[in-house]
């Protein structure tokens, strides 16, 4: 079975701190990752996804298959950033291509 | 384009009752899924349609029926609500790409309670 695990519910962190939101996996296969956030009143959205190896809003995150992890980082926090951030993963290629999610972080940005 | 639309937004039912999510994407996707969403459990599955004519159960499909009514929609049926089954319902769609798995799109979701 897989599973994804995002250990904090809430960070709080002020304007221009390093952000890191830790998300781990467990997967017997060979997964993709994916990192959907959904600001207030908006829908969920895809920010990013391990297979691009993007920066999207000044985000990145890593696929570490060694410590089966994935974790979201930008080195200084705005306060638009400000949402709910969920981890999620996939198995790859063919076949069922539904998503795991984690519990969530809410990242909080203050002035 | 409105991409994943749902209906109702909001909806309040009392133990028994019977209702119908409506979900319609215009992205001509061939993927679509249901989720809840519960505090501190993030978003769970619970039935998909990997292409028209198909349905699978997800994770937490007990209580739920689903319909493929054609490529547009796709939608979740309680026949006998329960308390339990408050919660916030995402439908998504997707497309296909034989080697990667495609972004899923999402809808504002409906918030239903049972009494």
């Known amino acids: 079975a897989q599973r994804v695990t995002q250990p904090e519910k809430l960070l709080s962190v002020f304007k221009g701190a390093p952000v890191e939101l830790k998300c781990n996996y467990s997967y017997s296969g060979s997964p993709e990752l994916f990192w959907y956030v959904q600001y207030s009143r908006q829908r969920l959205q895809l920010l990013l996804r391990?297979?691009s190896r993007e920066s999207i809003k000044g985000f990145t995150a890593d696929l570490n298959k060694g410590e089966t992890s994935f974790h979201l980082k930008k080195p200084f926090a705005q306060e638009e950033d400000s949402a709910m951030y969920y981890c999620a993963l996939s198995a790859a290629g063919a076949g069922r291509r539904a998503l795991t999610f984690g519990s969530g972080t809410r990242l909080q940005v203050q002035p | 384009n409105a991409g994943v639309t749902q209906t109702p937004k909001f909806q309040v039912l009392k133990t028994g009752q019977s209702m119908t999510l409506q979900c319609a994407q215009d992205?001509?996707?061939?993927?679509m899924y249901w989720y809840r969403q519960d505090p501190g459990m993030g978003l769970r599955l619970i039935y998909y349609?990997?292409?028209?004519?198909?349905?699978d159960k997800g994770e937490v499909p007990n209580g739920y029926n689903v319909s493929r009514l054609n490529k547009r929609e796709f939608s979740l049926r309680l026949e006998s609500a329960a308390p339990s089954q408050t919660s916030v319902y995402f439908c998504a769609s997707s497309g296909i790409n034989r080697v990667r798995n495609q972004p899923q799109h999402f809808g504002d979701g409906t918030r239903l309670s049972i009494l």
């Open positions: 349609s990997a292409s028209e004519g198909t349905t």
């Open positions: 391990h297979i």
């Open positions: 992205m001509n996707h061939n993927s």
